[in-house]
């Protein structure tokens, strides 16, 4: 039974009862939707539409119809509702009479859809806050634990410079500030009450707005009732700071398939977060990451989904934003499942620290400290940037590294090259050099991890984790 008969005299086909229905998606707002009935329920007492009495029977019944359901909420779906709106309206008036009746006096589903949506997402970003921190401190262990491993840094993935492991996990970890902080913007922005909003044009009813928002815990009331119906900017949102961090995910994912493949061998992912192949058994294949890249591309097309959804749409509610739901909630969910399996990817991690000291030594990403060498003698940089291309060169004919070259090699190419060149070019003194704020020197880098301790211990208070 619908809650909105009165007016129609032929029943619904049966199809398009199934096509309209939302439960199946909504029905994980139930505490969302009680907990906006309870503030409902308050804010119709102090208005003196309902009585006191109506007021405490409605809200002790709200919370009983929510326990009966708070550890199965699937028990939901057994009913025939056209959404958890009507569900909750009918149990409170299945359960209560003609009292229940009330709790919808001056609402729609409209401003309540809208609410419901926002509390949840609310929690939702304190949820996904508290695994970014999460992740953001196994990679700041991981780096603690290797401030002394050289590892090569890449461009256009060729070896270019030098870099501390530590560097690299912090990069991560900076990338998921922003996220976090992007959060914070847009949890601060949504956290504004629609309800009382009515179905567009505000409610009948002397309702004080801004109570009814504190009491659902939320800043302050919207202005517009028009917006507030028909507002899903705060998903288009979240979907994009989900699709922004996912794609740092994804490049997170990418980088350790690549230290892990065969050809590099940088790293060894754990057996944990591997899996085999059933025709070849020597191999072990980074499944989590793997599937965390691939994962990336639902969370975009979600995001595209509800830009798609709201294009166009004339103001204000219109039923095309009842498909706002999925789209979020898949999105949100793979999110949190892709930043909780990265930690326990980092937590396993281990590194075949003499490996990357070697790769990087062969790989001549010394070289532009022997073109600075050669600076520092006078030599101009476009010339030495010549002469050491030239020493490289010589370098790979004869399949030695640089440090491998006699210092009568070095001086075939350039006489003023003397035999302090070794302490230039070896990989210590190429990382510490680099010791200006944000540069991979040892020095730089354990300041950067000291600044990120203090900066998970800030996160941690101030989402109270
Ligand atoms: N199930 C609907 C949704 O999710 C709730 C709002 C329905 N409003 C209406 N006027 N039919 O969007």
Redesign the pocket.
Same mark, same amino acid.
């Not at 806050?129 to 262990?141: A, D, M, T, V």
């Not at 914070?184 to 004080?208: E, F």
């Not at 754990?270 to 990451?289: C, E, H, I, R």
């Not at 950067?448 to 301790?453: D, E, G, L």
């Given at each position: 039974m619908t809650l909105w008969g009165g007016r129609f005299i032929k029943k619904q086909d049966k199809f398009f009862k199934e096509f309209n229905n !939302?439960l199946k998606i909504?029905f994980i707002l139930i505490k969302y939707d009680i907990q906006g009935s309870i503030a409902w329920s308050k804010i119709l007492l102090d208005s003196k539409i309902i009585t006191h009495e109506e007021q405490r029977k409605i809200e002790t019944t709200l919370n009983l119809i929510f326990r009966e359901v708070k550890n199965d909420p699937k028990k939901i779906l057994l009913s025939d509702s056209?959404?958890i709106?009507s569900w909750v309206e009918k149990r409170l008036i299945y359960i209560l009479g003609d009292i229940g009746k009330k709790i919808h006096t001056g609402r !729609?589903?409209?401003d =309540?859809?809208a609410t419901d949506l926002k509390l949840w997402c609310k929690k939702a970003i304190i949820t996904v806050q508290k695994k970014i921190i999460n992740f953001q401190e196994s990679l700041i262990n991981l780096a603690e634990k290797n401030i002394s491993s050289i590892i090569s840094g890449y461009t256009h993935l060729q070896k270019a410079q030098p870099i501390i492991f530590s560097h690299w996990c912090l990069a991560y970890f900076e990338m998921l500030k922003r996220d976090f902080s992007r959060l914070k913007d847009c949890l601060q922005r949504l956290n504004v009450s629609p309800l009382g909003s009515g179905?567009l044009a505000g409610t009948g009813w002397k309702i004080n707005r801004k109570k009814l928002a504190l009491y659902m815990g939320f800043s302050k009331s919207s202005n517009n009732s028009l917006d507030s119906v028909s507002d899903r900017d705060y998903i288009v949102e979240l979907l994009s700071i989900a699709s922004i961090s996912m794609m740092h995910l994804s490049r997170f994912s990418e980088d350790l398939i690549f230290f892990n493949s065969g050809e590099c061998n940088f790293i060894e992912l754990s057996d944990a977060v591997t899996s085999g192949s059933s025709l070849m058994p020597q191999k072990k294949n980074p499944d989590s990451l793997e599937l965390i890249r691939g994962k990336t591309g639902k969370v975009y097309g979600d995001l595209l989904n509800i830009l798609v959804i709201l294009k166009g749409l004339p103001l204000a509610?219109n &039923?095309d934003? =009842?498909e706002? &739901?999925e789209c979020l909630f898949s999105a949100l969910k793979v999110w949190i499942n892709c930043l909780k399996m990265s930690r326990i990817v980092i937590l396993g991690i281990k590194l075949n620290s003499k490996i990357c000291r070697e790769a990087s030594e062969k790989g001549y990403s010394n070289s532009t400290d022997l073109a600075d060498y050669l600076v520092e003698k006078g030599v101009s940089f476009r010339d030495a940037h010549k002469i050491s291309g030239k020493i490289v060169l010589y370098a790979i004919k004869n399949n030695k590294s640089l440090l491998q070259l006699t210092l009568k090699d070095f001086k075939k190419f350039c006489s003023i090259i003397d035999d302090n060149i070794y302490q230039n070019i070896n990989l210590e003194s190429c990382l510490n050099k680099r010791n200006s704020h944000g540069g991979t020197s040892q020095k730089q880098v354990l300041k950067s991890i000291v600044y990120a301790q203090k900066y998970v211990l800030r996160k941690r208070k101030e989402i109270k984790i």
């Amino acid at each position: 039974m619908t809650l909105w008969g009165g007016r129609f005299i032929k029943k619904q086909d049966k199809f398009f009862k199934e096509f309209n229905n !939302s439960l199946k998606i909504d029905f994980i707002l139930i505490k969302y939707d009680i907990q906006g009935s309870i503030a409902w329920s308050k804010i119709l007492l102090d208005s003196k539409i309902i009585t006191h009495e109506e007021q405490r029977k409605i809200e002790t019944t709200l919370n009983l119809i929510f326990r009966e359901v708070k550890n199965d909420p699937k028990k939901i779906l057994l009913s025939d509702s056209e959404d958890i709106h009507s569900w909750v309206e009918k149990r409170l008036i299945y359960i209560l009479g003609d009292i229940g009746k009330k709790i919808h006096t001056g609402r !729609s589903r409209n401003d =309540q859809v809208a609410t419901d949506l926002k509390l949840w997402c609310k929690k939702a970003i304190i949820t996904v806050q508290k695994k970014i921190i999460n992740f953001q401190e196994s990679l700041i262990n991981l780096a603690e634990k290797n401030i002394s491993s050289i590892i090569s840094g890449y461009t256009h993935l060729q070896k270019a410079q030098p870099i501390i492991f530590s560097h690299w996990c912090l990069a991560y970890f900076e990338m998921l500030k922003r996220d976090f902080s992007r959060l914070k913007d847009c949890l601060q922005r949504l956290n504004v009450s629609p309800l009382g909003s009515g179905a567009l044009a505000g409610t009948g009813w002397k309702i004080n707005r801004k109570k009814l928002a504190l009491y659902m815990g939320f800043s302050k009331s919207s202005n517009n009732s028009l917006d507030s119906v028909s507002d899903r900017d705060y998903i288009v949102e979240l979907l994009s700071i989900a699709s922004i961090s996912m794609m740092h995910l994804s490049r997170f994912s990418e980088d350790l398939i690549f230290f892990n493949s065969g050809e590099c061998n940088f790293i060894e992912l754990s057996d944990a977060v591997t899996s085999g192949s059933s025709l070849m058994p020597q191999k072990k294949n980074p499944d989590s990451l793997e599937l965390i890249r691939g994962k990336t591309g639902k969370v975009y097309g979600d995001l595209l989904n509800i830009l798609v959804i709201l294009k166009g749409l004339p103001l204000a509610y219109n &039923k095309d934003m =009842q498909e706002d &739901k999925e789209c979020l909630f898949s999105a949100l969910k793979v999110w949190i499942n892709c930043l909780k399996m990265s930690r326990i990817v980092i937590l396993g991690i281990k590194l075949n620290s003499k490996i990357c000291r070697e790769a990087s030594e062969k790989g001549y990403s010394n070289s532009t400290d022997l073109a600075d060498y050669l600076v520092e003698k006078g030599v101009s940089f476009r010339d030495a940037h010549k002469i050491s291309g030239k020493i490289v060169l010589y370098a790979i004919k004869n399949n030695k590294s640089l440090l491998q070259l006699t210092l009568k090699d070095f001086k075939k190419f350039c006489s003023i090259i003397d035999d302090n060149i070794y302490q230039n070019i070896n990989l210590e003194s190429c990382l510490n050099k680099r010791n200006s704020h944000g540069g991979t020197s040892q020095k730089q880098v354990l300041k950067s991890i000291v600044y990120a301790q203090k900066y998970v211990l800030r996160k941690r208070k101030e989402i109270k984790i």
